[in-house]
């Protein structure tokens, strides 16, 4: 990992999560949490002040040790019990079917490869438990999609790995999720940027 990559790409990140416009997504995810909670991607710790009772402990996986650091003193405060993982979400360290709960907040736009880290998240998940996600990625309009295929290699490159162009439902379902509620609100800024898929599932 470069210089860039470690050092630079964490605080811009830090700071383009704290955009005060993600906070409602992210109160709106985090409030549906019950029990033991992995949340993937955990970052900078943005969303540990927002778990409500209903949530027990959370496990906090994060393969940045820079985005870990910045969340200790979060995880630290917190209501609940969180444990720091240095991992990643194509490999999580936990056995089958022992948490309740998996939270991805714009996430799995920067995991390399999100089909096997949706398998494991669905191996981690309790038969019954749900997948909460916001995240952001492929637009429904054809020329807007285009524009993502065509911006995504250099943008990749730029903001630490994150791709405009996956469409979110699809790579979900496919790793043996049914999703039970998806909405797809926009954000305010360029149309290949601000299109979410928001939604719960369930392994099938």
Same mark, same amino acid.
């Given at each position: 990992m470069g210089f860039y990559q470690r050092y630079i790409v964490p605080p811009l990140i830090h700071l383009a999560m704290r955009q005060k416009q993600l906070l409602p997504f992210r109160k709106e995810i985090i409030g549906g949490a019950e029990g033991r909670v992995l949340e993937i991607g955990l970052g900078s710790g943005l969303n540990l002040p927002l778990y409500g009772a209903a949530a027990t402990?959370?496990? %906090?996986? $994060? #393969?940045? #040790? $820079?985005?870990? @650091?910045? =969340? !200790?003193? !979060? +995880?630290? +405060? =917190?209501r609940l019990p969180v444990i720091l993982l240095d991992a990643s979400a194509e490999a999580i360290p936990l056995e089958a079917k022992s948490v309740d709960t998996i939270v991805t907040t714009w996430t799995l736009c920067s995991v390399p490869n999100a089909a096997r880290a949706l398998a494991e998240m669905r191996r981690v998940l309790r038969p019954g438990g749900a997948l909460l996600f916001i995240e952001h990625g492929r637009a429904p309009e054809a020329g807007v999609a285009r524009w993502q295929d065509w911006i995504d290699p250099l943008w990749s490159k730029m903001a630490g790995g994150c791709h405009l162009n996956r469409k979110m439902d699809d790579l979900v379902t496919d790793a043996g999720f049914r999703i $039970? !509620?998806? +909405?797809? /609100? @926009?954000l /305010? %800024? #360029? @149309?290949?940027?601000?299109f979410l898929y928001e939604g719960r599932a369930r392994p099938m």
């Amino acid at each position: 990992m470069g210089f860039y990559q470690r050092y630079i790409v964490p605080p811009l990140i830090h700071l383009a999560m704290r955009q005060k416009q993600l906070l409602p997504f992210r109160k709106e995810i985090i409030g549906g949490a019950e029990g033991r909670v992995l949340e993937i991607g955990l970052g900078s710790g943005l969303n540990l002040p927002l778990y409500g009772a209903a949530a027990t402990s959370v496990i %906090g996986l $994060e #393969p940045s #040790p $820079e985005m870990l @650091r910045m =969340a !200790r003193p !979060r +995880a630290l +405060a =917190a209501r609940l019990p969180v444990i720091l993982l240095d991992a990643s979400a194509e490999a999580i360290p936990l056995e089958a079917k022992s948490v309740d709960t998996i939270v991805t907040t714009w996430t799995l736009c920067s995991v390399p490869n999100a089909a096997r880290a949706l398998a494991e998240m669905r191996r981690v998940l309790r038969p019954g438990g749900a997948l909460l996600f916001i995240e952001h990625g492929r637009a429904p309009e054809a020329g807007v999609a285009r524009w993502q295929d065509w911006i995504d290699p250099l943008w990749s490159k730029m903001a630490g790995g994150c791709h405009l162009n996956r469409k979110m439902d699809d790579l979900v379902t496919d790793a043996g999720f049914r999703i $039970e !509620r998806l +909405a797809n /609100p @926009r954000l /305010p %800024g #360029p @149309r290949t940027h601000t299109f979410l898929y928001e939604g719960r599932a369930r392994p099938m």
